[in-house]
């Protein structure tokens, strides 16, 4: 268990560095969305699985269709553009 | 300098504007020599070019900026961050008496057995209730920004019906089938976290999270239109405010009879108030949803 807690760790880490480098804002709204998931199992792990719930529900879930509802009102994603 | 006649005139002019005259006595202090304005227009290749280097400076020195700001801040947090006591240990003024009492006494206190439930909403009920009211008037600015009118102005209710039927028909068939199959799972499970609150994980806060993602799924997948059958802007407001009502009247209720040294009546109260805190997270979550998708409810 504590393997996996380390990846996660890692990964979460990577996640955050990579989600401001990315150039498009498609990816960055995914990598952040990967972020939260992996926040979310390591609540679980941490044994907090209220927080664990929350945060799959607002990180991974709402807070990413709000990005992709305010890029698509700017069109900053494909297939947008005539509307 | 005469102080005299100085004053004579701070008088006077006291009166007069006590009666009413807006017009000094004196105009000379108040009126300051007129100039003429200097009308300075450049051209517009001067224009121009001063908006470049005006960039350009900008630019040099943005970087520059940027990093002595993070700087700044990095070494002020650090700073602090060192000033506090090191994490885990004995002596630490977290390790009081209250988590204690909260682990031990939290159940007959309160009536709940899930600690975490019985701290959010009975012992730190007030912070939940804020947070709550956050919730609420977050929702209700977004709406005076974002509402369209609900007059029909020229034919705008028309085409929006046409727009959604023309939604319906072309709609993603994989979102439609797997919403189809996903969103009873999804309710059920909300319902299910909101009133197991007061035993197991969950609550107000995730449950009514996970209602509203479902409400978000259905309403993507099968357009707007259906949502609005069992909850149009009426209904919506008034499940948004009955929410919030409810559990203000029910934690008052609870501060005022289970109150220290009084017996506590209310042990299951914490259900009602999780199922109100659901309520406004719930709506707060699709209203925010649907008023940026299409600016309706």
Avoid at chain 2, 58 to 79: E, K, R, S
Wanted: net charge negative; with cysteine.
């Amino acid at each position: 268990m504590i393997v996996l807690e380390y990846i996660l760790l890692i990964s979460v880490v990577v996640c955050a560095v990579a989600a401001p480098l990315c150039k498009r804002p498609l990816v960055m709204v995914i990598v952040y969305m990967a972020f939260s998931l992996m926040m979310a199992v390591l609540w679980s792990l941490l044994q907090s699985p209220d927080l664990a719930m929350t945060e799959a529900a607002v990180g991974a879930g709402i807070t990413s269709i709000l990005f992709f509802l305010t890029l698509k009102k700017i069109h900053a994603l494909k297939g947008t553009k005539d509307e | 300098m005469s102080n005299g006649p100085e004053k004579q005139d701070w008088r006077t002019r006291l009166v007069s504007w006590v009666d009413g005259d807006r017009e000094p006595k004196d105009q000379s202090l108040f009126v300051m020599e007129q100039r003429h304005r200097r009308r300075f227009l450049p051209t517009e290749e001067e224009h121009e070019r001063r908006e470049k280097t005006r960039l350009h400076r900008f630019f040099n020195w943005y970087p520059v900026a940027a990093v002595f700001i993070a700087l700044t801040l990095v070494t002020v947090l650090l700073g602090t961050v060192l000033q506090m006591p090191l994490f885990g240990q004995e002596s630490n003024p977290i390790n009081n008496e209250v988590a204690e009492h909260y682990l031990e006494h939290g159940e007959e206190d309160t009536g709940s057995s899930n600690a975490v439930t019985a701290m959010i909403l009975s012992y730190r009920g007030f912070d939940t209730l804020g947070e709550s009211c956050v919730l609420f008037l977050a929702v209700t600015s977004v709406m005076m920004l974002l509402l369209k009118d609900g007059e029909d102005e020229d034919g705008k209710l028309a085409r929006r019906s046409a727009r959604e039927a023309d939604q319906e028909e072309h709609g993603d068939i994989i979102l439609k089938r797997t919403a189809w199959v996903l969103t009873p799972f999804i309710f059920l499970f909300a319902i299910y976290v909101l009133l197991n609150g007061e035993t197991s994980p969950g609550g107000g806060f995730s449950g009514g999270t996970i209602l509203g993602a479902g409400l978000i799924l259905f309403s993507s997948a099968f357009g707007q239109r259906n949502v609005r059958v069992i909850m149009d802007r009426k209904t919506y407001s008034f499940i948004r405010t009955f929410g919030l009502m409810l559990y203000a009247l029910l934690y008052g209720a609870y501060i005022f009879f289970g109150a220290n040294g009084l017996p506590n009546y209310l042990a299951g109260m914490a259900l009602l108030i999780d199922l109100a805190v659901g309520l406004v997270v719930a709506c707060t979550i699709y209203g925010f949803y649907a008023l940026f998708s299409t600016g309706e409810i």
